[in-house]
């Protein structure tokens, strides 16, 4: 099984607030989309830890207060730690793969498509949400 990290750094801009999304570049199914900035948990590091050190390496910024809110998995192929924050240093792109800020309001549609539901629910608990994490196992489509 393969762990992730996958994080949403929030920014907050005169006209409200932004989310911090990469342009894909890789695997190809994501190839063009927008996802949360994140990756590969690496051997003997923690997922907090490699949240920090994948958010540094892809937006030059050294943020460590990140909170876990969600967790997916299918119990075999993937497992996917979910975490916010809110930042006080706007991110920049570091490698070929684009970093931009986003209103929260209006993501737009090249985003992965979980991306609309996981971004209000990270602001949800950002804002005082009280519940436990939620680990998402499988969705039914209608």
Known sequence: ???????????QWPGGTQVALIEKLKPDWQKGKLNGIGG??????????????????ETDVEFKDWSLFCQLHDDKNFYVYCYYG????????????VVGLYPVLFLPDRCLPNIHWLVPMALSFGKGERAEQFVVKECIKS
């Open 1 to 11: 099984m393969t762990v992730y990290v996958l994080g949403f750094g929030f920014y």
């Open 40 to 57: 590969h948990v690496e051997l003997n590091e923690s997922p907090l830890d490699a949240m920090i050190r994948e958010f540094k390496e």
């Open 86 to 97: 809110f930042l006080s240093e706007e991110p920049k792109t570091t490698t070929k793969e």
